[in-house]
């Protein structure tokens, strides 16, 4: 009986020995989810929004989506991505514009907002971004492409109580038969009647007028009119007075646009001729 317990007991010691010799199953750490890659885009420093009327097109207007486009918008969307910020658009009435921006429903008006001394008392202005100067209009083929001048004693359409129409009266007044109208559309109404010789006003607006069907008769002629004292300095973003980083953030974007032409770029897109 020793000898068969002595024998089970060497036995039972081998198995210990053999089981330690066998390898041990190593334990398996769980795989690290895969890393990030880093965005190439520098996350947005601000976010704003960019107030317009929506209703001047092509300079703003409602898209397909009901979203704000235009000439502005696009300009509007390069500043933002050149600032570093986020930007939103919302479109307003024109009256509710500058109460809006003051009462901080937004933070930008970009809506072809002319500079004017009350403007300047109520709010902050950005430098100028578009210009679009005095032109007349006439029927293709007309003698007057050329200086001011050979429009002397001719039928000038102007549109009543307008900043074109206290140039003309400046200009013309002794030398030129002036024709008032109550807008510009009757004006050039009046041109395309050969009611008038010539009609004078906004540059862009006439040639938007020239590539309608009614305005096909007609084209720009002369030299662009710029003239500081009766059609103004040209039109600015609007923002709050004590947003003074942020105005200073937008002329420096405006300045770079025109300067590496991405500006004109835009530009051509809209319009044939510079606005700047």
């Known amino acids: 009986m020793r000898l068969l317990a002595v024998l089970l007991a060497l036995v ?23 890393a990030k890659p880093a965005s190439k885009f520098t996350p947005p420093a601000f976010k704003i929004t960019v107030a317009t009327e929506a209703a001047y097109p092509p300079f703003n207007y409602l898209d397909r989506k009901g979203m704000p486009a235009g000439f502005e918008m696009e300009l509007a969307q390069e500043a933002c991505q050149r600032i570093k910020a986020e930007c939103e658009f919302a479109a307003f ?16 008006i970009m809506s072809s907002m002319e500079v004017t001394s009350e403007r300047r008392k109520r709010m902050g202005l950005s430098r100028r971004y578009y210009l679009s100067p005095g032109a007349f209009i006439a029927d293709k083929g007309a003698p007057f492409d050329g200086p001011p001048s050979l429009l002397r004693n001719k039928r000038i359409g102007i549109q009543r109580d307008s900043t074109h129409a206290d140039w003309a009266d400046k200009s013309f ?32 607006q006439l040639w938007l007028w020239s590539q309608k069907p009614d305005g096909k008769c007609c084209e720009i002629v002369g030299q662009d009119i710029k003239d ?32 590496d032409g991405t500006y004109k770029k835009i530009n051509e897109k809209y319009f044939p001729f510079p606005l700047n």
Do not use: C, H
Request: charged share 30%; proline share 7%; no cysteine.
């Open 228 to 259: 500081n004292q009766t059609l103004g300095l040209g039109v600015s973003a609007g923002l709050r007075k004590e947003d003074a980083k942020l105005r200073d953030a937008l002329n420096k974007a405006f300045g770079e646009m025109m300067t």
């Open 12 to 34: 039972a010691m081998a198995d210990v020995a053999l089981a330690q010799q066998q390898p041990q199953p190593q334990q398996q750490t769980p795989p690290k989810p895969p």
């Open 173 to 204: 007044r002794r030398s030129a038969q002036l024709k008032r109208y109550n807008t510009l559309a009757e004006a050039l109404d009046a041109l395309a009647k050969n009611e008038v010789d010539a009609v004078f006003g906004d540059k862009a």
């Open 93 to 108: 009435k024109w009256d509710d514009l500058i109460p809006g921006l003051i009462d901080k429903k937004f933070d930008v």
